[in-house]
Each structure stands twice: as C-alpha cells, then as structure tokens.
C-alpha cells in the first residue's frame, strides 16, 4: 500500500461491489470498502481470507476517503438512481477537487450525462457485465467519460476484467453516458436473447412435452453448435436444477413472472426517442410485464381455456436454427440503436470494439461476437443483418424462424420475440411496404400531405378542399 493507503476505494458491498472488490485485491490492488451497513463491511473482510491483506474496512465516509491514496479514485455499486446521487452528494465535499468518482452500476445514460454535466469533479460512467461470477473474475467493462479520467483506472479496469486471448474487455467507448449507454443496449439485447430462449423452451415443454432434463440436454446440445453462449448454458443449467426444499425441478417450483431492474425498459424508452427499430427487444419487455400479470392470465385461461396445444411439427434442429435467427437480429437491433445514437449524440462509439469487449465476461457473450465485430469492422455502418456473413446466416435460417412462429401461432404458444425479429426481418426487405395507405389515410383525415412517388411534397388526395399545391419543386 501506499504510503498505508489503498489504490481505489469502493462504496456498495451487495452482490457486485463485494464480488468487484475481491477481484480487484486479487489483481494486487488494495481497495478500501464501505458500505452503508456497517456489519456486512466487517463480514465480507472477515471472509475474505488471505485477500483481506489487501482491503482496507472502513465505516465511515470519513475514514473511507482517508484510507485512499490522492489523487482517490471511488467506484459506487449501488443501486441506480437517487441512492447514486446521494452517495454523490455525500462524497464529493469530503474530496479533492481532482477526485474520481466512478459509477459502475447500472444508470440510465441520461443521469450518467447530467451528473457528467454537473460534477464538481472528476466523474466517469462505466457499465459492468457479468452477475457475481463476472464481477468476482472478470466483467466486461464498458467505460464512459473523459480519456484522462480513464487514464488515471485504466490498468485496474483492464486488470480485472476478462479476456478474450490477450485482450482485456474494457474500454472506454465514449464521452458522457456512453458506457452506461453501450451497457443498456447490452442488457436490451440480454432481455430480447433471453425471452427467445424462453420462448422455445415454452414449445418444448408444452409443445413436445418434453421433462426438464431433455429439455436441458437440448440446450446443452445446442451449447456445442453455433449458439453456443453463456445464456443457453445456463438455460440448460436452470433447466437441469433441483428445488432444495422440495426435490421437484425447480423449473417447476419458480413462479413465471420476470422481475426487472429497468434496462430492458430504458432501451425500449430510448429506441422510441430515436425512432429507430428495436421491435424483438421491445417484445421481450413487453413480455416480461405481460409475465408479471399472473392473476389476469389465470383469468384469461379460465375463460379461453389454456393457449399452448401439444404439437410435433417442429423438430430440434428446426428450432435451433429459429434461434440462430432470431439471436443474429436481437443484436443486429442493439448496434443499429448503438449507431443511432452516435447519430444524436455526436458521439464516436466503436461498434466492432463494442463486440468485442462483449466476447467474454457479459451475459451475452457468445461465440458470434467474434463475427459480429469482424462483419462490424469490415462493413462499418451497416446493419448487421445485411452484412455478407450474417445475411448469409440469416439466408439458410429464417425459413426456420417462420416454421417456429408459424406452428407456435397455429398451437396457441406466444412467441413475442421471435415474432418480432422475424417481422423486423421481413419488414427491412420490403422496399415497397404498405405505409402509403397509412399517409393516405393521415391525409385523408388531418390533411397532413404526403409525398408523391414523383418526387412532390407535400400533396393532398382528392378529398382536399382546396387543390394540392406542391410547396416545393420535384427532386432532380
Ligand atoms: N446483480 C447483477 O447481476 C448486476 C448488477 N449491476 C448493477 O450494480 C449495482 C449494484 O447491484 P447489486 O450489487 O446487484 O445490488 P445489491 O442489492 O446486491 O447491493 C446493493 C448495494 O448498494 C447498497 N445500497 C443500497 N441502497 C443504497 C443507498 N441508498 N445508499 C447507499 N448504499 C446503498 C447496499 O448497501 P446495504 O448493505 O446497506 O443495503 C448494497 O451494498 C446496481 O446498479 C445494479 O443494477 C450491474 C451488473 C450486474
Ligand atoms: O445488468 C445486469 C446483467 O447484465 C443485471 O443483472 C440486471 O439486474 C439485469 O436486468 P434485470 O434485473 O432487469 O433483469
């Protein structure tokens, strides 16, 4: 330690600060905690075994700020929201003007911009992926804010965080909130993946009938093959566990509505402000509060009598490539936000560096990241669905998707997402679509004009009163 001081100090021992501050005592840095209740500070150094050499507990703020080496830098784990203005507005008069704040949690990108607008201080936004498992050995770590604030974190950042080969999955993607911002996406595409695997597990376990353990080895079958990634190893873990308290599966036992903290929602909130299409993401938000409405679908289903049919028309091959599809156009969805972004913001974010910061330590990591950042990178500013590699992808298996959609439907099984992908797949190649019927129909009742496929503005149908006058002159 320096001078008996710590390296970095870190406010929030819940289930990521802890896991965060372990691993970075155990990459050789000492970390000075505190949280806000005082005796999980004292148990989580009292178990933290020979790594406690290198924690300084600290139960104050006070004594937090004292234990840290100037220039401080301080990471905040808490929840998002008020609990991190607060935390700010208690710091930041105990600190050096050129003291660094750092907020590693979740915080919608908009709050991340005005406290990087308001600080007294140095302030950096940086999203962290990766649960406790991650946190503990290596996040990917997403940073927002000025280089030389990240300069002064960056070889901890890069220490701590996973690696895919040799390279470190941190950096600095932006100004402001763009890591916040990258981070957000990231948890919308996590959302949209999620409830697409959900989605297919509905179809074989009341589609085919299947028990919990088929079902898990599917899914650890399909973890060999092209989608293999953390969020279908997992599923298949889920699908294989037991209920402790009764022995039953614990599939069977966990009630079917899906929490959430707001990220699904932010991203769904943002890509509406933007305009820009994020329809299997937005789907799976949608899913998630259609889930959370358990007492009016049990009043649905006594009066419809219960949706999902036993059917066997779809096999697992089919259904595996209906997934490969629907995974290529949640992600293609969260880049093309991304890119929108930086339209608005002016910002400069990297797509192809933001897949690969994604190719270890997040939730969705997945063995495509790797060619999604060679097909970002070689096709920059394209829609990933069109780029060579993954259009070709999506070629050989969307025809699965619409199998999936088509039999889901047919059977009565709900399948949101992946119906929304494959709309937003089929809408994005239709060069004709059928919007004109929509301007019709605006200008038929507010008058609103619409533009004439000669290249007019402007035009009004016959129903106008008066006769349309074009405000401009046809485009050359
Ligand atoms: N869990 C996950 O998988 C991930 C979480 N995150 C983000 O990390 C952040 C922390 O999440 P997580 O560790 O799961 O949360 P936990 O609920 O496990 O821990 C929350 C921590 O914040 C402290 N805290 C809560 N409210 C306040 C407050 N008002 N003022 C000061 N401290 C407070 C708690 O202290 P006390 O012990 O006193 O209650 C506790 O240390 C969140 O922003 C979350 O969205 C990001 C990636 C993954
Ligand atoms: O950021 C995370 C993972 O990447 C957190 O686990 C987050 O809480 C997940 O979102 P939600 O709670 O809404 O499911």
């Known amino acids: 330690m320096q001078d008996g001081q710590a390296r970095i100090g870190l406010i929030g021992l819940g289930t990521m600060g ?263 993401i937005e789907a799976a938000v949608v899913a998630r509060n259609v889930s959370s409405r358990r007492e009016e679908r049990a009043r649905g289903e006594a009066m419809f009598g219960a949706a999902p049919e036993r059917f066997d028309t779809l096999d697992h091959d089919t259904l595996e490539r209906a997934l490969i599809a629907g995974k290529i156009l949640c992600y293609a969805q969260g880049f093309v936000m991304i890119a929108a972004t930086c339209e608005a913001h002016g910002w400069d974010i990297d797509l192809p560096q933001v897949a690969r910061l994604w190719r270890e330590g997040c939730i969705i990591r997945s063995t495509m990241l790797d060619d999604m950042a060679a097909a970002l990178e070689a096709h920059p500013g394209e829609n990933l669905m069109r780029t060579p590699f993954f259009a070709n992808l999506l070629k050989e298996n969307h025809g699965a998707l619409r199998r999936v959609v088509a039999e889901a439907a047919l059977h009565g099984h709900p399948t949101p997402a992946l119906s929304s992908g494959l709309a937003y797949f089929d809408a994005m190649r239709t060069a004709r679509g059928t919007a004109a019927l929509i301007q019709g129909q605006r200008d038929f009742f507010g008058l609103h004009g619409f533009e004439h496929v000669n290249g007019l503005f402007h035009q009004h149908g016959p129903w106008a009163r008066q006769t349309a006058t074009p405000k401009h002159e046809p485009k050359t």
């Open 18 to 280: 802890a896991a965060l501050a372990s691993n970075i005592a155990e990459k050789g840095f000492e970390v000075a905690v505190f949280n806000r209740t005082t005796q999980v500070t004292r148990e989580f150094v009292a178990d933290a075994g020979d790594l406690a050499a290198r924690m300084v507990p600290t139960e104050t703020l006070e004594a937090l700020v004292a234990a840290i080496a100037p220039p401080r830098a301080i990471i905040l784990m808490v929840p998002a929201g008020q609990p991190v203005d607060d935390q700010i507005a208690a710091l930041r008069p105990l600190l050096d003007a050129d003291d660094l704040i750092i907020d590693c949690g979740n915080a919608n990108f908009h709050e991340t911009d005005r406290r990087v607008a308001e600080a007294t201080g140095p302030f950096l936004g940086v999203g962290v992926s990766g649960g406790e498992e991650g946190a503990r050995h290596g996040p990917a770590i997403m940073g927002g804010g000025d280089p030389a604030h990240w300069a002064r974190v960056e070889d901890i950042m890069l220490a701590i965080a996973a690696h895919h080969g040799d390279e470190p999955c941190a950096a600095l993607v932006g100004p402001e909130g763009a890591g916040h911002f990258v981070k957000m996406v990231h948890n919308g595409i996590e959302y949209a993946d999620m409830q697409m695997i959900a989605e297919v597990y509905g179809i074989l376990r009341e589609g085919h009938g299947m028990g919990y353990d088929a079902i898990a080895d599917v899914f650890a079958r399909w973890d060999e093959g092209p989608l293999k990634s953390y969020l279908i190893e997992i599923s298949s873990a889920v699908a294989r566990a037991r209920d402790v308290a009764t022995g039953e599966p614990l599939l069977s036992q966990i009630i079917d509505a899906a929490g959430q903290k707001g990220t699904g929602r932010w991203t769904a909130i943002e890509s509406q402000h933007l305009m820009t299409p994020i329809p299997a």
